[in-house]
């Protein structure tokens, strides 16, 4: 961690990015519970949770070729990663007041 200065610094830093990760997937299955109508919400989940499983799973595996080229680039793979998550978040459509199926 580039910006990270001391011991202290780095566990904050890194219980922020497992915290926002947990609220990011509980997020994430709320919004596909609300845009699904009933006879389909479990099966979205399912997939959602399916598909987030093969990525923890496959991040596993990518990992140490990742570390093998330096230790900047899975950094920048999570990051990257991580802002493109955001950015695909500005596109989810707003549910509010609206009658659920």
Do not use: W
Request: glycine fraction near 8%; charge should be neutral; charged fraction near 5%.
């Amino acid at each position: 961690m580039y910006y990270s200065t001391n011991v202290v610094t780095t566990i904050a830093m890194s219980s922020v990015f497992v915290a926002l990760g947990s609220i990011g997937m509980h997020v994430i299955l709320t919004v596909v519970v609300d845009l699904f109508p009933t006879t389909l919400r479990t099966m979205t989940v399912s997939f959602t949770m399916m598909f987030g499983r093969i990525g923890a799973g496959s991040g596993n595996l990518i990992f140490p070729y990742l570390l093998q080229s330096g230790c900047a680039p899975p950094f920048l793979t999570i990051g990257t990663v991580m802002m493109g998550c955001a950015a695909l978040a500005c596109f989810v459509p707003n549910t509010d007041m609206k009658a659920l199926e």
